[in-house]
């Protein structure tokens, strides 16, 4: 079964593809490098013994996208992961933020329609709740107005897919709303691979540690929280591909009577800022220093996942310890200056 992953070579994309070629689908990416590397697909291969077929293009580039699908008619599932993803860089970039992540959405959609039963899984993100009321947070909970472009991007997107659908839509699809992905392969072979200062926590963490930033900067320790500091679900990226086959395999049965749904995707366990730095430290045995600065505007105080649904009805639990994901993250990094 012919899988497309767009944005294969990214972040949580390429573990993805490494889960997919695990349980033998066949896969085919379509990238267009703006933000990774083409040694991703070295390392895919290093890990699976398997290369699969990739495509250079810009899925914004109508004519480029049409004739890939004319060219792959044989596509059975589509994971949709190539967007911008930078927060405060979509603040300043709006429009290249809704075209990239909206307007190539609908040219993906439309390309579909040349597919047979086309099944489709959105990555979405726990950006989507805001601040939201009741802790741990359950699908149910209500999309709170986005703070930024980045965040009402993947609003308006579930949006755009369910209006498609419901219109009579021949596709079938879940959005996956992610909460805090970190960590890489355990073989180090591929990972996180962030372009400039990086924004997330745990990329900064293992980049003060590696000596290549001096400290970090902790932002806010006055929230009512037990320390102070914000607290978030910090999921294993390897947790977070297996989903992608498993969410893939709902649409594909046959009595699978929903056509849209939607999973929250996270380990259930909040984790405070300094919950990561003193993990961090212990199992890895080096120092971080940081220090406490202001709050970083557009925060928000704590965010966890309810994981009842995704557990019951897709048989999905997270697997992976925090502190396995800091172990993973720290010997990626690590391996990122002995190839320097
Ligand atoms: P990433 O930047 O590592 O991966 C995205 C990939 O898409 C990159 O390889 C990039 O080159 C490619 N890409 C971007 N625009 C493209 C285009 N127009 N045409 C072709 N390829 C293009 O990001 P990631 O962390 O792997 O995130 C993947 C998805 O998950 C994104 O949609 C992101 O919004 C979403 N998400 C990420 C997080 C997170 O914290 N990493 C959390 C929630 C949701
Ligand atoms: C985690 C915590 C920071 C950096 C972002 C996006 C969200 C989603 C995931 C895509 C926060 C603190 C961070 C630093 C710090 N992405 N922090 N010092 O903010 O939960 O979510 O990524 O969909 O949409 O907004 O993740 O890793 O940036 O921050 O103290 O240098 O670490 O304040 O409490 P966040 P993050």
Wanted: hydrophobic share 35%; with cysteine; proline share 4%.
């Amino acid at each position: 079964m012919k899988i497309l992953v767009t944005g294969g070579l990214g972040f949580i994309g390429s573990h993805t593809v490494v889960a997919l070629l695990e349980k033998n689908y066949e896969v085919v990416i379509v990238d267009n490098l703006s933000n990774t590397s083409i040694d991703v697909l070295e390392g895919i291969t290093r890990i699976t013994g398997k290369t699969p077929d990739f495509h250079q293009i810009d899925i914004r580039n109508k004519s480029e996208l049409i004739q890939f699908f004319d060219n792959t008619p044989d596509i059975s599932g589509i994971i949709h992961f190539a967007a911008f993803k930078a927060v405060g860089e979509s603040v300043e970039k709006p429009l290249d933020y809704y075209e990239n992540n909206v307007s190539a959405l609908v040219y993906l959609l439309k390309e579909s329609r040349k597919l047979k039963q086309p099944k489709f899984i959105f990555s979405s993100s726990c950006t989507v709740y805001g601040q939201a009321e009741t802790l741990p947070i359950t699908e149910n909970a209500p999309v709170q107005k986005a703070n930024s472009p980045y965040g009402n991007t993947k609003q308006i997107d579930e949006e755009i897919i369910q209006d498609y659908i419901r219109s009579g839509g021949d596709l079938e699809a879940i959005s996956l709303r992610y909460f805090n992905p970190i960590g890489a392969h355990p073989s180090a072979l591929i990972g996180e691979l962030p372009i400039g200062v990086p924004q997330n926590l745990v990329p900064y963490v293992t980049q003060t540690a590696a000596g290549k930033r001096q400290e970090l900067s902790v932002f806010g320790d006055d929230y009512p929280t037990k320390d102070g500091t914000c607290i978030r679900d910090y999921i294993h990226v390897m947790d977070l591909a297996d989903i992608h086959a498993i969410a893939l395999e709902k649409l594909m049965k046959k009595d699978n009577s929903q056509k849209y749904d939607v999973f929250n995707v996270g380990t259930g366990k909040g984790n405070s800022v300094l919950d990561v730095v003193n993990t961090f430290e212990k199992v890895n045995d080096v120092k971080l220093p940081y220090k406490i600065v202001d709050r970083r505007p557009g925060d928000v105080t704590a965010a966890y996942a309810d994981t009842t649904k995704v557990e019951k009805e897709l048989k999905w639990k997270a697997k992976r310890s925090m502190g396995e994901a800091l172990k993973d993250a720290w010997r990626w990094e690590q391996k990122q200056h002995k190839s320097q």
